[in-house]
């Protein structure tokens, strides 16, 4: 759990500025590590995109699919990116499947509000600074230099943008879960928080 406090003695505004909170986790990449968002299904023109992949440039096409209920991205640590899922979109669930070596990890974060607003955390002057994501995922890789940051890659929640009042607080909750053994078992427990199977999960991006 973290807590931010306004203890100044003017409300945090949109005129104003303000913070939310920001957690990820840093975890080990493998070249069969996929990272899987379950998101809500529906039209662009009511729910927005699927997924926002262009933090760091678009994201290519072996590297990330989607569907109507979900998002795969490939967390190799071979090709730097990043995704995020918007409030209208996110569950409380990013998960990731090392299929290599047998690993669940889930995200657990409370369930984004449709209408709260968000942080644009794109590394870029903000038009709609407050129309960022809930839920993202980051993998590493090699920078123009030829130098790399990892290897890693993440898994990331965010809290609303708080818009508190002097004295105000907010809690922003991140529960991390690593399942490893029995595979009959892990494959309930995705397709009870992911909504999809281990199988679904280790073929998405096979080509």
Same mark, same amino acid.
């Given at each position: 759990?973290?807590?931010?406090?306004?203890?100044?003695?003017?409300?945090?505004?949109?005129?104003?500025?303000?913070?939310?909170?920001?957690?990820?986790?840093?975890?080990?990449?493998?070249?069969?590590?996929?990272?899987?968002?379950?998101?809500?299904?529906?039209?662009?023109?009511?729910? =927005?995109?699927?997924?926002?992949? $262009?933090?760091?440039?678009? !994201?290519? +096409?072996?590297?990330?699919?989607?569907? %109507? #209920?979900?998002?795969?991205?490939?967390?190799?640590?071979?090709?730097?990116?990043?995704?995020?899922?918007?409030?209208?979109?996110?569950?409380?669930?990013? =998960?990731?499947?090392?299929?290599? $070596?047998?690993?669940?990890? !889930?995200? +657990?974060?409370?369930?984004?509000?449709? %209408? #709260?607003?968000?942080?644009?955390?794109?590394?870029?002057?903000?038009?709609?600074?407050?129309?960022?994501?809930?839920?993202?995922?980051?993998?590493?890789?090699?920078?123009?230099?030829?130098?790399?940051?990892?290897?890693?890659?993440?898994?990331?929640?965010?809290?609303?943008?708080?818009?508190?009042?002097?004295?105000?607080?907010?809690?922003?909750?991140?529960?991390?879960?690593?399942?490893?053994?029995?595979?009959?078992?892990?494959?309930?427990?995705?397709?009870?928080?992911?909504?999809?199977?281990?199988?679904?999960?280790?073929?998405?991006?096979?080509?």
């Amino acid at each position: 759990m973290n807590e931010v406090k306004n203890t100044g003695n003017f409300a945090w505004t949109e005129n104003t500025g303000t913070v939310s909170i920001w957690l990820l986790c840093m975890l080990n990449p493998s070249p069969k590590v996929t990272v899987v968002a379950p998101i809500r299904s529906g039209e662009e023109s009511k729910l =927005g995109t699927r997924v926002n992949d $262009n933090y760091f440039g678009k !994201i290519s +096409e072996d590297r990330l699919k989607t569907t %109507d #209920d979900a998002v795969f991205f490939k967390a190799d640590s071979k090709s730097r990116g990043k995704i995020g899922i918007s409030s209208k979109r996110a569950t409380k669930y990013i =998960g990731s499947y090392d299929a290599e $070596n047998g690993i669940l990890t !889930i995200l +657990e974060m409370a369930q984004p509000k449709v %209408d #709260d607003k968000y942080v644009n955390s794109a590394w870029e002057i903000q038009e709609d600074p407050f129309s960022g994501d809930a839920i993202n995922s980051y993998n590493d890789g090699p920078l123009e230099n030829g130098g790399q940051l990892g290897p890693f890659y993440e898994l990331e929640s965010s809290s609303p943008a708080l818009f508190l009042k002097a004295g105000e607080h907010f809690e922003h909750v991140q529960r991390m879960y690593h399942f490893k053994g029995n595979q009959t078992v892990l494959n309930s427990i995705s397709k009870k928080l992911l909504s999809v199977s281990l199988e679904a999960i280790a073929n998405a991006l096979l080509q």
